[in-house]
Structures are given as C-alpha cells and as structure tokens.
C-alpha cells in the first residue's frame, strides 16, 4: 500500500508522514445473536454523527458532485464520497480514521473490518492545507471515500470516525454514510395527509417498493424501511409495514405512520461578500478578530400565510465571491441572530437549526433572552457562504425539536425526503441496505 501523490489535487500543499500499519484490529461482538435485525444490550449506544473537538468546525459530508446530497454512494460503482472540515488553529494535526459497518440501527455490526472493507483498518488524512487571506487562521481537511488505502465490501450503515494522533482514546469527529447494493425500485409521491382531512398541515409519503431482483420469504420481518425529512436524523420514521404485499411489490400507502409535519420554508442570509450587506444581512463590521455580521431581527411565522421562498432545505454553502478556493479562502465570521417576541417563552429553550447547527441543539446554538430590546438572540460562529436556518423550540426536559411553534407549518412547503430500504434474513450477519430514493414534495 502507498500514497500517490499523483492523484491528489496539485494546487494543495500535501504533507506525508510515514505511519504504523494496524492490519489486526478486530471489532469484535458488541451485543448476542437474535433473529432478523439486531437488538442490542442496554449499555451500547447507538453511533450518531457529532463534534466533540471545539476546534473542530464546518464539517461537510456528501457525495461528490453534489455538495448538498446526502453521504451515499453504490456498491462497485465509480462514486466518491468527500469529508471536508477545518480545524482553527495555525497547527496542523496528525488525524487518523477508522470505518465501522453498523446495522438498520446504527449498532456496531457483528462482523470484523477484514469483512466489509479492504485496506487498513487506520489511515491518516493525508490531504490538509492552510487558509489563505483570512483573519481566522484555520487549517482546511479534506478525505475521498473510497480511496487507496480503503475499498468497501458490502452495503449498510457505516460511521467514519477522525482521531488526533495524540489521543485515539475519543474520536473528534464522526459522520455516518451509506454504502449502497441497488437491488430494489422505490417509487413514490409526497402528498397532503388524507388523515388529517381539509385543514391539514403534514404531508404524506405514499412508495412503493420494488424487489424483483431479490428473494424476500418475508417481507414484514427480513425489511426495514427508514425515512427522512431534509436528511434529519432526529425525527426520522422507523419500522414501517407495508400496508400491502402482492407480485414482489411492498406498498406503502398508509395514512398515519408515514407523514411529517410540513413545516416552513428556512430562512436564509448571504454572507459571500463581506463587503457589502447580503441577504438578510443589515450590518458588517471588523472587530478585531472577527468579522461582525448582524441579521435583520425576525419575527415568529407561525400565524402567517404560507410564502415561497428560495431555500437549500436547511443546508448551506461554503463560498466567498472574491476568492479562487473557497475552502481555503473563505474567512470565519460571528453572525447575530435575534428573534423579536413580547415576551420570553417559559418552559423551553430557543435554537437556531438547521444544517448551521450540525441538525442539533447545543449550548453554541442556544438563544438568549434580551429583557431591554425584548427579543432572543444568538451569536454563532460560521464560515462565510449562503446559509439556511430556523428557530426551534424543545420543552423542558424533552428533547424533541418543535420547529412549528415558531415558523409554523404548511402543506405547501417544499421538502426533500429520504427513504432507505434494508434486508436482513434469519441466518444474515449484517443489513444489507439494498434501496434508496429520495423524493421532493413539490418537484415531482
């Protein structure tokens, strides 16, 4: 095994440094055997994407071509995978990764790394370079899946895990992905729930799978099906049933187990010039170190009337306008949110949400009560570009996200939702994930 120079992009500066080969790490069994899909012992987590280095941000992970597509490429196909994230030190790191297989549930799979990937079961990241022309010195990562070093084997859940040389005890980042085998056809539609009658708000999510191609004995037990509303993991749909079986064919056009709330349309502002005020933006200014930018006040949408509007379904872009090489060039900046209200909402905090926030609530996204200008207000700090966002609110000792209470709900919003289709028989080892679809509400 080697790194070839040669196929790496030639405008970045390339650090090597000879490392350990680690050709015998074993995962080994996390949890016992159980019939069809795994049920794992009370004391494992399930893996989750997350941050857990401060220094660590502006975490992408998408397919190639495609900055705003969820992480998911085919089995033996030319598709690639592209992590980018920074780190804001002038220091480079020595960060190192692992892959691990999981199940329909995000556990650790019951087989060995020798079993569903070829290479090394540790690999450095080797491609890395320092920002340029920026007040806030960073240092850009970037890692193609696959790669030389690594080939996957199977389909299924996996997560990518990033370690510091210097402590392998606690990984600073992780990112799921998915490795597809196509062996099934998923067709559907988005449509206004007929459960909910006239004044409806959700929308319902009515497909039907195809498995032609492969022998199912069982469908309701040897399939499972995962749905997403704009790649949000938090609210996802689990352990759908087709609500009929007939000629290879599993139809999901059931009325209350597979709608979503449709939301409203995200915000957005533009930061891709720091010189003259962007979308949604009224103020900018230098304050040694940052650049200052402030955001036009908002106001709670939720008695309002459905408006369209433009929007990345929660995602955002990396980009400066006046820059060649936006991952390198484009400055980090502190953007002020603030939310107007009559008065503070008891019982609950307020976030700002979206792809901004990673897709959840923490401490860095929390909202503040101003008790002299009567609004909320937050202070997050971001990589220049376009972004999208929302205000959600979680009661007290809950935590599921309300995005409703705030922005208020339509059937006309458009939304991106995304099905997964997973098999696994009496004597499999592993889920195989053997269908993807993703389908719009408004773009048919």
Known sequence: MFINTATMPATRNLLHKSYKIYSALFIFLLYPVFDGFAFPQSNVKPMENGVYKESIRTVQFF???????????????????????????????????????????????????????EGFVENPITDFAASANTTIRYTNYQLILPNEQVRFMISGNYLLSIYDEGNKEIPVLTRRFYILESLTEISGDVKKSTFEGYRGRDQEIDFTVDYSHIHILDPHTEVKVVMMQNTRIDNCIVNLKPLFVKENQLIYDLSRENIFPGGNEFRNFDTKDLRINGLGVI??????????????PDKVRRLEDYQTENDLNGHYLVKNNRANDPDLESDYIVVHFSLEMPEPLSGGKIYVFGGISGWKCLAANLMKWNFELKRYEAALTI???????????IPNGENKIDNALLEGSHVETENDYQIFVYYHTFSSRYDKLIGYRSLNSVKR
């Open 283 to 296: 103020k900018i200014e230098y304050l040694d170190p940052y650049f200052e930018v402030a955001l036009r």
């Open 383 to 393: 990589k220049q570009g376009f972004y999208d966002y929302q205000y959600v609110y």
């Open 63 to 117: 397919r190639k071509g495609w900055e705003f597509s969820m992480p998911v490429i085919e089995l033996e196909k030319e598709q690639e995978l592209v992590l980018k994230f920074d780190e804001l030190s002038d220091q480079t790191t020595n960060f190192y990764y692992t892959i691990t297989h999981c199940d329909a549930d995000w556990y650790p799979s019951r087989i060995v790394p020798q079993e569903y990937m």
